[in-house]
């Protein structure tokens, strides 16, 4: 009896777990959102790959070097903080959308 009594809960947990799970929608505009942000990295990784390249192929005083890495760390920052705030933005449109809906 108890093991009945424990697959029925067992079963009744799975099958509404699933229910909430096919309940809540896809949200596709974050989805491409972080497509692109994504592909923003890449570009962004490939584009200082090729600067460093060039960077070390010229003779460069340490203090210019220092400079420029700099240079670059700054540039993923940045590119990191805009990314984060887009999406901060998105999720409080989202919000701020479901509760004018509600109300």
Do not use: C, W, Y
Not at 19 to 33: F, H, N
Not at 95 to 101: A, C, E, I, V
């Amino acid at each position: 009896m108890r093991k009945v009594l424990v697959l029925l809960t067992a079963a009744l947990m799975a099958g509404a777990s699933v229910g909430v799970l096919k309940a809540t929608p896809r949200d596709q505009e974050l989805r491409e959102l972080k497509k692109r942000q994504k592909e923003q990295r890449k570009t962004l990784k490939i584009q200082q790959r090729s600067m460093k390249r060039t960077m070390k192929r010229q003779q460069l005083p340490p203090d210019s070097r220092k400079r420029f890495k700099r240079q670059l760390k700054m540039e993923r920052q940045v590119l990191r903080m805009g990314q984060r705030e887009e999406r901060k933005g998105l999720v409080e449109r989202k919000k701020s959308m479901k509760r004018n809906h509600r109300q």
